[in-house]
């Protein structure tokens, strides 16, 4: 005469649930990496958006230099070969996790 | 030389219509009521016959017939076990201990008597 | 230097590579070996034609005179590309499901395949091109001047005319092989990223040698250039204009919806391009800086910024350099106009002629493949007409006009496309009249604001632009309303914007679309989660197969609309014959022909032979309303598994307790057949002896008469209590109760138990009468509780013992304490001992069965009190404890009688309470 014991595995939780917290193996963590790489893939234009647009590109704009090398030279292509590398590693990512949705 | 026989019951009209039939055969009948009593005074009487209840305050029959089984004086004395609970599960425990006789209540006078008869017979040697 | 005769040879061999180029490659996918064709690679590749001629010279141009801007140029494409998660993916997909031909058929095909939307598209689209077009061809022309000055040779008009009809001859042969414009032009594809190759290959080489060559390494280049160039105003308004401009072209020109939807034929490729077309346009980039700061410093002032890319290497006496430079200048020109003249042939062809040529042929007798031969003759037509409209337009506007203005202006004309297509896609609740009105506007405003002061000089009106139209300053060109002071570009983008999106938000918010038009809204706007693009036929139409098949042919011709045919009856699972001619194969047949001819015509040519055309409402409802769907859906799901989950724990509890209560109820049967059968063994035996025994001593008979009598009122009492505890706990019945006064229920009870009491002995003392001692029970029942406890004391207190009764009222009820000085209940016993039976489990010594305890415990707790035995160093206290009357627990007991006893039964998972009080009723010995 003791409580209920312990409900043996509350279920899985059924597909399009929220993912389960549980510990130990989840399967919730790849449908939840699979999502942020989406996120990723779209928060990235907005960084580009900030880092292009004025007020931030202005910071650099002016006769100053790097190495001999105008600094928004610089700023403008490395900004530029940053968002190359980021977009490589993302869409290799969403190609991997299968066909886009 | 007569045959004594120890009742361990802890109903006394029980007791008494057993004593009465077992006396009439010429058993020497004593009783005992209470479960803990009940294994000194085999100990000490070693009686020809044991009839026990199942169920008795502060100590149930099955302990008993195993102290009786396990006793040395005591192991081979013949057992009748009495139950008024009546569940298959108490017939097997007492045969898996060694009872000589299970009985249901309420019993057959005849049937008790020739049984202690036939039993303390046996035990006679 | 270099003759004009090398000029043409080396133009003339490139131009035969790159017919040889489309032409093996047309082979090769005819042949079905697609492989490297089809690479992301080369996707990627075609969508430089991005990159025309206006790059490959004007870039340096516009570096050379505003410094770091050209760079906006490609900052838009970048973000738009990194960004195809958002926007060019949904574009990709959905030009694949509904086999869209250009981006007039998906602005048409969204708002209800809307063939007006689509001629003004189209018109939008071929008046921003022609110039875009004329372009190319003077860069091409300008580019040759610089190897060969005017006196030399070819005049540079003549060039020009040369140059487009070559074009026209290459785009007719690799661009209208087939009727199905949403097929992938193979050859030209691959002509055109072969072209990108060499475009790319010559910049970079001119970039090295300028920099390296000439300038003397990074440092030194940049050493003089003109702070101006990096000045912080150059990252102004004009910035926003042309980043934003530059990604809405990349999507809205003609030619770059070409390659990028109409020509992918892999989503995946897009994931490619993401990273691969941004690198690209890096690597174009990163030289042109070098180079235009370079020839500043070098060449002498007046010459043009626009050629420095020929001029450096030529001034260095390098000409091998400068002839790949002009080929690279060449490629990215003819690339351009290729492309270009083959999208818009399709737009032109399919929007314009084909419904032109449909209304006139309407009652004619149709043959077979009719329409695909019109089609194709329209588009070959048209591709000719486009070419001489840019070739004249090069004539007529000069080349006065710096590359870069005239690009920047095709792109804002273009970018009116961009509100409607992002609505479209993302937005329901736009509409056809919303797009039309908005497009037009915006098209409006862009030629008042930009397109016509461009053609000032030639259209003699020079004071437009300084006074206005009729000398109305607020309508200057350039000044709208008073806007000054912002450069022309910004300001046209401003009014045209503002205008074109507020009209589009503002029509669709009062006006009402079509069930056409909601359908193709939600099948655009939720195209991913829409799992085909057909789910099931949402139009509803009438027509037989013949006709059907018949309409195939015109415009595919007889051996695809055959293989078609085939294939659909295949698919319907017919081995033979035609396939039926439902919902679905009509919608498929129409998406078939709107990849040859555009939704809009697909659909009226369709609909000349289908009947009764209307759109399922229910489906078009149920696919409108998806999006809330399955938002609810999905909420529903969760809500219905936590629920399941909430059923299941009930039920593996209401599991639990019935197997309990299986066990109990084998308990309490084994109990009672316990204590049914000792009686009856007692009673059966004495029967038997005295049935068996007549001659007993008279004496000794009645002792077991009297046995047997006791032993069946035992039997007796003991049904009764086991039915009354029963009765008890079944709570069914609502308990009337009564005030009773405490004190006049123990008198009571202590004369009903007065013979067992003095028989035995017991001594019994009691507490001063309490005067106000009301409590709610019934007199009956509570007096069974007293006279069960006292004789209860009397079977095991032992003998001589004492009682004592102790009425004690405290806050909200009042207290009876029974003492005995007894050997009392060890500890571990006190709650079973009100369990039933329990003297069986060899607990509480007694005799009886005795149900006294757990029935005089119910009791109390019908009462709303209770029954316990205290904690006592000796003897047994057991205390009774009553509600006062008017308090909530009276009153709760009163009102719902068997609620005092939810409490026991809640105690637990304990079995139901009862216990061992033996001989509990009065007077029984």
Redesign the interface.
């Known amino acids: 005469m003791q409580a209920p014991p312990s409900a043996p595995g509350h279920a899985a939780p059924p597909a399009g649930a929220a993912p389960g917290d549980a510990p130990g193996p989840d399967p919730g963590a790849d449908r939840h990496r699979g999502r942020q790489l989406q996120d990723r893939a779209l928060v990235l234009p907005l960084v580009a958006v900030f880092l292009f647009m004025p007020p931030a590109i202005r910071l650099f704009a002016g006769p100053q230099t790097l190495l001999g090398l105008p600094v928004i030279v610089l700023y403008v292509f490395g900004v530029w070969a940053l968002l190359v590398l980021c977009a490589f590693r993302l869409s290799r990512g969403l190609a991997r996790g299968g066909e886009a949705p | 030389m007569t045959r004594r026989v120890l009742i361990i019951e802890?109903?006394p009209?029980?007791i008494?219509?057993?004593a009465?039939?077992l006396g009439r055969e010429g058993f020497d009948v004593t009783s005992e009521q209470d479960g803990g009593a009940a294994l000194d005074r085999i100990a000490r009487e070693t009686p020809d016959l044991v009839i026990l209840d199942v169920?008795?305050?502060?100590?149930?029959g099955f302990e008993i017939l195993r102290a009786i089984r396990a006793g040395k004086d005591t192991a081979r004395t013949p057992v009748i076990m009495l139950t008024?609970?009546?569940?298959a599960r108490d017939r097997e425990t007492a045969e898996k201990l060694g009872v000589d006789l299970f009985i249901?209540?309420?019993?057959?006078?005849s049937h008790v008597v020739e049984s202690a008869r036939r039993l303390a017979a046996r035990a006679e040697p | 230097m270099i003759s004009s005769n090398l000029i043409i040879g080396v133009c003339t061999a490139y131009v035969v590579l790159l017919f040889g180029v489309a032409f093996l490659a047309d082979r090769r996918a005819r042949r079905g070996r697609l492989d490297w064709l089809q690479s992301p690679l080369v996707y990627t590749l075609s969508i430089s034609v991005y990159c025309t001629g206006w790059t490959f010279y004007g870039a340096v141009g516009s570096a050379a005179r505003s410094g770091l801007e050209f760079v906006a140029i490609y900052t838009g494409p970048v973000i738009v590309f990194i960004g195809w998660w958002w926007f060019l993916r949904k574009l990709v997909r959905i030009g694949r499901l509904q086999r869209i031909t250009s981006i007039a058929d998906l602005v048409s095909s969204r708002y209800g395949k809307s063939n007006t939307l689509a001629v003004l598209v189209t018109v939008l689209a071929v008046v921003a091109s022609t110039p875009y077009i004329a372009l190319q061809l003077q860069s091409l022309t300008l580019s040759f001047t610089v190897f060969a000055p005017a006196r030399e040779g070819i005049p540079p008009d003549g060039a020009g005319f040369w140059i487009a009809a070559g074009l026209a001859l290459f785009t007719i042969l690799f661009g209208t092989r087939n009727v199905d414009a949403n097929e992938r032009h193979h050859g030209v594809v691959t002509a055109i990223a072969l072209e990108a190759v060499i475009k790319l290959v010559a910049l970079v080489a001119v970039g090295l040698f300028v920099v390296f060559g000439l300038g003397g390494g990074p440092g030194e280049v940049f050493a003089d250039m003109p702070p101006a160039l990096t000045a912080p105003e150059g990252f102004g308004a004009r910035w926003l204009t042309i980043t934003f401009l530059s990604g809405a072209a990349v999507v809205c020109l003609p030619r770059m919806f070409q390659v990028t939807v109409v020509e992918n034929v892999d989503e995946r490729h897009l994931a490619t391009a993401a990273w691969a077309f941004p690198l690209y346009l890096l690597l174009i980039c990163l030289f042109v800086l070098p180079i235009a700061v370079t020839g500043l410093r070098l060449l002498p002032p007046g010459a043009n910024p626009d050629m420095f890319v020929l001029t450096l290497p030529l001034m260095a006496g390098q000409d091998v350099l400068a002839l790949v430079a002009l080929i690279g200048g060449f490629s990215s020109a003819t690339s351009m106009v290729i492309v270009a003249t083959i999208a818009l042939s399709t737009m032109v062809s399919n929007h314009i002629i084909m419904p032109i040529w449909l209304r006139l042929t309407l009652r004619e007798t149709k043959t077979s493949g009719d329409v695909r031969s019109m089609l194709l003759i329209s588009r070959r037509a048209s591709i000719i007409v486009l070419l001489l409209l840019g070739y004249l337009y090069f004539r007529l506007s000069g080349s006065s006009t710096a590359l870069a203005s005239i690009g920047l202006i095709a792109f804002a004309g273009v970018a009116q496309i961009l509100p409607s297509l992002v609505a479209g896609v993302f937005w329901r609740g736009a509409t056809r009249r919303a797009a039309l009105a908005a497009t037009a506007c915006g098209f409006a405003i862009w030629v008042y604001t930009l397109l016509l002061p461009s053609f000032e000089a030639g259209l003699g009106a020079p004071g437009l632009l300084a006074n206005g139209p009729w000398g109305i300053a607020a309508l200057r060109p350039h000044a709208l309303f008073g806007l000054e002071g912002v450069d022309p570009l910004s300001h046209a983008l401003f009014w045209s914007m503002s205008v074109n999106v507020a009209v589009l938000v503002g029509v669709s918010l009062v006006t009402l679309p079509s069930p056409l038009e909601r359908l193709q809204a939600a099948l655009f706007v939720d195209v991913f989660r829409m799992q085909t693009a057909a789910p099931g036929a949402y139009i509803r139409r009438y027509a037989t197969s013949e006709d059907l098949f018949t309409l195939a042919q015109r415009i595919l011709g007889t051996e695809p609309a055959h293989r078609l045919f085939t294939e659909l009856a295949r698919d319907q699972g017919l081995s033979s014959g035609l396939p039926r001619p439902d919902d679905a194969l009509i919608e498929r047949l129409e998406r078939e022909l709107a990849g040859a001819v555009g939704a809009a015509s697909a659909h009226a040519m369709v609909g000349q032979i289908a009947s009764g055309e209307t759109i399922s409402m229910g489906a078009l409802i149920s696919i409108a309303d998806e999006t809330a769907q399955i938002v609810e859906y999905s909420h529903r799901l969760e809500e219905k598994s936590r629920e399941l989950e909430e059923t299941a724990a009930e039920l593996r509890l209401a599991n639990m307790r019935l197997q309990e209560l299986g066990a109990q109820r084998d308990a309490f049967l084994a109990q009672v057949s316990h204590e049914l059968r000792t009686p009856m063994t007692s009673i059966r035996s004495f029967s038997d002896i005295l049935r068996e025994n007549r001659d007993l001593p008279p004496e000794q008979a009645r002792r077991f008469l009297g046995i047997i009598s006791d032993e069946s009122q035992r039997l007796t009492r003991l049904l009764d209590e086991i039915l009354d505890l029963g009765f008890l706990e079944s709570r069914r019945v609502a308990w009337e109760l009564e005030q009773v006064d405490l004190e006049d229920v123990l008198d009571r009870a202590l004369s009903a138990t007065e013979a067992l009491t003095a028989r035995s002995g017991l001594r019994i003392t009691r507490s001063a009468r309490q005067r106000d001692a009301q409590v709610m029970a019934q007199r009956d029942r509570l007096a069974q509780v007293f006279i069960n406890l006292i004789s209860n004391a009397v079977k095991y207190a032992g003998p001589d013992a004492a009682l004592t009764l102790t009425i004690r009222a405290e806050r909200g009820g009042i207290t009876v304490d029974v003492a005995d000085d007894g050997p009392g209940v060890p500890d571990s016993d006190r709650e079973q001992i009100f369990e039933k039976f329990a003297r069986a489990r060899g607990l509480y010594d007694s005799r009886g069965a005795g149900l006294g305890l757990p029935i005089s415990r119910e009791i109390m707790r019908n009462f709303g009190g209770d029954l316990t035995l205290r904690a006592s160093r000796r003897g047994a206290i057991f205390r009774v404890y009553l509600p006062r009357p008017g308090t909530e627990a009276a009153q709760r007991a009163a009102a719902a009688p068997g609620s005092g006893s939810t409490a026991g039964a809640a105690t637990g998972a304990m079995p139901p309470r009862a216990a061992a009080a033996d001989d509990s009723a009065p007077g029984l010995g």
């Open positions: 802890d109903e009209n029980i008494e219509s057993l009465w039939l169920m008795l305050p502060h100590c149930d008024a609970r009546g569940q249901t209540k309420p019993f057959l006078n």
